[in-house]
């Protein structure tokens, strides 16, 4: 073992909201755990900043003081140029921006106790009993692995056959609320393939357009059709600071490769392909995986709890699928729905703090630790 090497019982690569999430599951627990990131914090994360309640509702602390904006109002619009007009007072979704949420997380679980490291994973050897990491700087022995490095997770590539067969792409940007004539309230715009939306903050909107649905035979989303997006919905095309990042949502193909290395939140492919929201399953997935690891003796436990926890998150992933062939595939079909029953039933459950299976079928999908 060279002298640079550093030893740890849990290695968590990424401290996005998955990351901090397990980790501070882990610390409470007294666990020693190490994060580690390519990024140091603040750092820009591509994403459109929306809360839904079941996320909050899981956090470790308060996000009033992070909150800009709670969305009591929603607009759907469909191809044909129909709206759907939904409200609730409690909101469906609370908006943050993203780079000050995972600031204010990361901040959170340092300050009680999680060590950081600001490297980047190169490559892994799972041996007998321990598993060896190397980044750009040391060399890191420990007893589990786990990959909450996003999207385009190295974790997963280094250690699955997981691939994209969906690749979900989105772009955002944001436009200054004082360049916008009218007030607009959150928005969801529907394409053939996924959606553009305005999601209201502080002084601005975070804007942006993504697919959802792969489908060779349309053209993906470009830059230039969140200017097109801007212009018609905001009548004005002046978005700074576009970024845009994959979503992971192969999560239906995903199984641990090994009872010491494990895949949280979108490196797990666990965003759903509905609304493209990913970080309740992330948080909810690292939740999972850290009361698994804290509460079991052994590696194969760990397995077992975390195996059944993914049994009842496919089943959910599944029905986001199916509910995103019909609203992208079935547009008139989808209005007349969103219009005359489900629209009521989603926005109430969704505001408050409810998951899909227990809008729909009344049943909370995941197994009790
Ligand atoms: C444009 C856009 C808009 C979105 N809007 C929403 C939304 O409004 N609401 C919602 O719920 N979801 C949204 N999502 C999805 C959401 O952003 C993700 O599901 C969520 O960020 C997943 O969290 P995570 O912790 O698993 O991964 P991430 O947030 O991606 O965090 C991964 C971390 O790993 C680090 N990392 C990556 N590779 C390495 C490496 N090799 N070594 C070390 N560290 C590494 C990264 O720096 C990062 O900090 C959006 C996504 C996009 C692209």
Redesign the pocket.
């Known amino acids: 073992m060279s002298i640079d090497t550093i030893k740890t019982d849990i290695l968590i690569?990424?401290?996005?909201?998955?990351?901090?999430?397990l980790a501070n599951t882990l610390i409470e627990a007294g666990k020693d755990v190490l994060l580690?990131?390519?990024?140091n914090?603040p750092?820009h994360?591509?994403?459109?900043?929306?809360?839904?309640p079941k996320?909050v509702n899981l956090l470790p602390f308060n996000i009033n003081h992070l909150k800009q904006h709670d969305s009591e109002k929603m607009l759907f619009k469909f191809t044909n140029g129909k709206t759907v007009d939904l409200n609730h007072i409690e909101g469906a979704?609370k908006m943050v921006v993203?780079e000050d949420f995972?600031n204010y997380f990361f901040d959170y679980v340092t300050s009680k106790g999680a060590k950081y490291l600001n490297?980047?994973?190169?490559s892994v050897d799972d041996l007998n009993n321990k598993i060896n990491v190397k980044?750009n700087k040391q060399d890191i022995n420990c007893n589990f692995l786990i990959g909450?490095?996003?999207?385009?997770?190295?974790?997963r590539r280094l250690t699955t056959n997981l691939n994209f067969k969906n690749p979900?792409?989105?772009?955002?940007g944001l436009i200054d609320k004082k360049a916008c004539k009218a007030n607009i309230p959150t928005k969801f715009v529907f394409n053939k393939l996924g959606y553009g939306?305005v999601?209201p903050k502080n002084d601005h909107y975070?804007i942006?357009i993504?697919n959802l649905v792969y489908d060779p035979s349309q053209p993906k989303p470009k830059k230039k059709d969140l200017f097109k997006f801007a212009q018609e919905e905001l009548g004005t095309d002046e978005i700074r600071d576009i970024?845009?990042?994959?979503?992971?949502t192969e999560g239906l193909d995903y199984i641990p490769s090994s009872k010491k290395i494990y895949l949280?939140?979108?490196?797990?492919g666990?965003?759903e392909t509905l609304?493209?929201?990913?970080?309740?399953?992330?948080?909810v997935?690292?939740k999972y995986l850290g009361d698994a690891i804290v509460s079991s003796a052994t590696h194969d436990e760990v397995f077992n709890k975390y195996t059944n926890f993914l049994v009842g998150m496919k089943k959910e992933l599944s029905l986001y699928n199916r509910g995103s062939k019909i609203l992208y595939k079935k547009q008139r079909l989808s209005y007349w729905m969103l219009k005359l029953f489900f629209g009521k039933k989603f926005m109430d459950g969704y505001s408050e703090g409810k998951t899909l299976s227990e809008i729909i079928k009344g049943k909370y999908p995941f197994p009790s630790i």
Do not use: Q
């Open positions: 690569v990424g401290a996005g909201p998955s990351g901090c999430m580690i990131d390519k990024h914090f750092r994360k591509p994403c459109a900043g929306g809360l839904t996320t979704c993203r995972d490297n980047k994973i190169i980044t909450a490095d996003g999207a385009n997770s190295t974790v979900v792409f989105a772009f955002e939306w999601f975070n942006g993504g970024t845009g990042f994959p979503i992971g949280v939140g979108d490196a797990a666990l965003a609304l493209g929201e990913g970080i309740y399953n992330a948080v997935s690292a």
